[in-house]
């Protein structure tokens, strides 16, 4: 049986060869678009593997039996980013990772639909995190099933999913007049638009607490 190195391996031969003897240089326009395509899916799959490889490691052990003080420095070490890119993963990691209860069994991830489109490669690493920050921000003032109502809207709408709103808590997927839900793969921004109307949906007034203090402060200073 291949082990997983092996098979990522065989992956790195087969990138190998096509960047090898100018196979690129002889592509047509119409070529070349069909490579960005799927150039595009194996990137966002090798991100998958990335974070999936981190988010079932040991958080406290894993970077250091490689010898870095932590993950940030373990995946700069790796993957040869910086800082900012290692950032990046380290969230989406927090953001997939299953925990494993007393029982040891692995509960839920706390975006569990946005995991699995990450794990199919319908997202990548920049994707989810603009379509989860918004909610991510507002996490504390909205519902559970306000949670994962976003979850799954947002992980319909990174597959190609048209989204429409019946009441404030429940987005749903429509379906097209064939009955079709598939369509145009979205945007990183458009994932995150997605995200900032579900976030104003479900939390209307915003920090309230916040806003208070700082009129609090402006009347201090007038009074002043």
């Known amino acids: ?8 391996g065989r992956v790195l031969t087969d ?12 592509l047509s326009d119409a070529e070349r678009i069909t490579v960005l395509q799927a150039a595009g899916a194996a990137f966002r799959r090798v991100e ?10 040991d958080m406290g052990d894993f970077p250091h039996a490689a010898g870095c003080r932590g993950m940030n420095e373990l995946l700069q070490r790796t993957l040869l980013v910086d800082a900012r890119g290692a950032t990046l993963v380290d969230r989406v990691v927090d953001r997939v990772r299953r925990p494993v209860s007393l029982a040891g069994e692995r509960v839920p991830a706390r975006w569990p639909e946005m995991r699995v489109a ?19 921000k507002v996490w504390d003032r909205i519902s559970v099933d306000q949670r994962l109502a ?12 048209g989204v429409v709103f019946d009441d404030e808590n429940d987005p749903d997927v429509e379906p097209d007049a ?34 208070e203090d700082a009129r609090r402060r402006r009347g201090s200073r007038s009074a002043g």
Request: aromatic content about 2%; glycine content about 12%.
């Open 48 to 57: 998958a593997v990335v974070v999936e490889t981190v988010a079932t490691g």
């Open 118 to 136: 990450l794990l199919d490669g319908v997202v990548g690493v920049a994707g989810f995190l603009a379509a989860t920050g918004p909610i991510e």
């Open 150 to 161: 976003a979850d799954v809207a947002l992980a319909g709408c990174a597959r190609g999913h």
């Open 1 to 8: 049986m291949n082990s997983t190195a092996e098979l990522l």
């Open 178 to 211: 064939d009955g079709d839900v598939d369509g145009p793969s979205p945007t990183t921004q458009d994932l995150k638009a997605l995200a900032e109307d579900l976030a104003s949906m479900f939390d209307p007034d915003g920090e309230e607490p916040k806003d």
């Open 15 to 26: 990138l190998d060869a096509v960047l090898s003897d100018n196979v690129l240089a002889g």
